[in-house]
């Protein structure tokens, strides 16, 4: 409780997703509505696209569209996502509306990489240093380490807080040895494994080794954790979150089972504001973005305080009284 | 995270809630179908009926053929509730099966109670006492009290924490004028205005004044703190919850705006196992009973864990391989 921060950064991922998870077509015109109105919330950055191959994720076909088409706010930083330098290229044909910076992508479970990215743990650390490279010839900085499957993995089980800590080294290691500093590592629940619990002793064992090292938590709300997770980190000093407007890429429909929606961003910022946490976001503008995000799914996403209303209004009107 | 209780008790409400809220009819048969199918789960206690006033409550009609019509389990506390005396005499009709306790019921807020039980806070205050004598001459123990709108209500605004704690002195002095001690208080956040930090001051509150009382939390989810809310009195030392299986009371459509599920019993259950809190309560018996529960409303429930699925069968599987 005391040490809860006095400020938080939310990352909106919702755009980008979102529209990667969503069963139908969407149409362009659509994404770049729900990208205008979420530029005007006071949030500070956002994930609008992936730039990956449409044949993997065809919702992500129009990436290119979608950056062209929205409408920048000169006050965010709009972001997108790339596995490889084919689709940084892609990225760099847009710098001038995008926030390009690399990361450095671990995961903490073989058999997820493996599955996932088709690496081995030594290939992946290869990859990355190829990765970082290839950001240092384009001359773009690596800012960010994050790291998969933190709290827990479907394939390979519970995950121990000291490897957790220790692939943080890794990290950090592997930016250092390139001459680069990175700014923060993003903890991610990838699998929605964590509890509060787990969110305090995987922090716990990443502080205990890295006590100034910034962490961001990536919270997915799979298992109805996500809230009180972001709490648990909260409590823990962390100050950076990604958020899904409305809680996009989850589904309150059984029909989309196991849909592992990220941690909702109005939620989020309902709870902060409620516990005088600044986010610098305006909750009525971005339940506005959340209605838009409903209606361009075409279904309801499972966002609470959209539906449940602000506490703000309710006081409001009993003042006018 | 150190005041974490070693055990929890949580009392079932979903039949009594849930049922209460749902908008169709739903036949006593299928009622008596999760309550049947909830009396196996481990669960320790459940609220299965109200006796209100069929016009007030259409949903409750059948209150006496429900408790009718299940088949108890020996090891399960059965409770109904009643606003009066004509709902206690329904009740003492059931005696065999149901377990009647007495309740001291105030509410922190003045213009909510005088809307939703029409009386001043003094005139409520005699109502109590008059309860409480109906119940020594019915010989009924008086065990609870319960607080309603203690964190916060839509007609009252915000609750100071200190005027939570004072009603809660309150009960103490009526139930020890009349001769009862009560066994515990339940703090309910009736219209959903709690988060973690709120839950934590107005427990500590009651706390300093009243160290050695044993407190339940009574939590809805409208705005999607629930779990969050239930996280924070466990870091508290709370060991008792109010709970509904899958959410019920709730709906994820936004056509049910607003309706105020209770937390859900299967999610608090998750996150309490994955925490190594004990329940007593068999996670699978239990989504196998949300299943039951969202057949029988015939719509999705909000509880996340039954689509989300639980951790313990994922590590199964892999032990398997």
Redesign the interface.
């Known amino acids: ?1 005391t040490d ?1 921060p006095k400020s938080i950064r939310i990352n909106e991922e919702g755009p980008r997703e979102g529209f990667q998870f969503e069963k139908g077509p969407i149409a362009t015109a659509r994404k770049i509505d729900l990208i205008n109105a979420l530029s005007h919330t006071g949030l500070k950055q956002i994930q609008i696209v992936s730039f990956v191959p449409p044949q993997n994720v065809p919702g992500m076909a129009d990436a290119d569209e979608v950056v062209s088409g929205f409408t920048p706010n000169p006050e965010v930083a709009y972001t997108a996502l790339w596995l490889n330098e084919r689709g940084l290229q892609r990225a760099l044909g847009h710098d001038e509306k995008l926030y390009l910076f690399g990361s450095i992508g671990l995961t903490c479970s073989a058999p997820f990489l493996l599955r996932n990215q088709k690496r081995t743990m030594e290939e992946n650390l290869e990859a990355q240093r190829s990765m970082i490279k290839m950001y240092q010839t384009q001359g773009i900085a690596v800012r960010r380490g994050s790291l998969m499957a933190a709290f ?1 993995c ?5 995950i121990a807080p000291a490897l957790v800590a220790e692939m943080v080294g890794q990290q950090l290691d592997m930016a250092a040895e390139a001459g680069e500093v990175l700014e923060y590592v993003s903890l991610a629940d990838t699998m ?2 964590a ?4 969110i ?1 002793r995987v922090v716990g064992a990443v502080r205990a080794k890295f006590p100034d090292l910034k962490l961001s938590l990536h919270l997915h ?5 996500g ?2 997770n ?3 980190g909260l409590t823990m000093g962390v100050d950076t979150y990604d958020a899904a407007v409305a809680g996009l890429g989850g589904c ?3 029909a ?5 929606g990220n941690v ?1 961003t109005e ?1 989020l910022v ?2 902060c504001n ?3 946490i600044e986010t610098g976001i305006d909750l009525d503008a971005l339940l506005a973005a959340a209605c838009v995000a ?1 209606e361009v799914v075409g279904h ?1 996403l ?4 959209k ?3 602000t ?1 703000k209004a ?2 409001e009107k ?1 003042r006018a009284h």
Chains 1, 2 share one sequence.
């Not at 479907?154 to 519970?158: H, I, T, W």
């Not at 499972?302 to 305080?305: A, R």
Request: proline share 8%; aromatic share 10%; net charge negative.
């Open positions: 409780m809860l827990g479907n394939f390979a089980g519970d929605a494994w509890t509060p619990l787990s305090q709300d799979t298992r109805g954790m809230i009180a972001a709490y648990a309150p429909f059984a989309h089972k196991g849909a592992a909702c939620d309902f709870m409620e516990m005088g409903e309801p499972p966002g609470s305080v539906s449940g209303g506490l309710l006081r009993l």
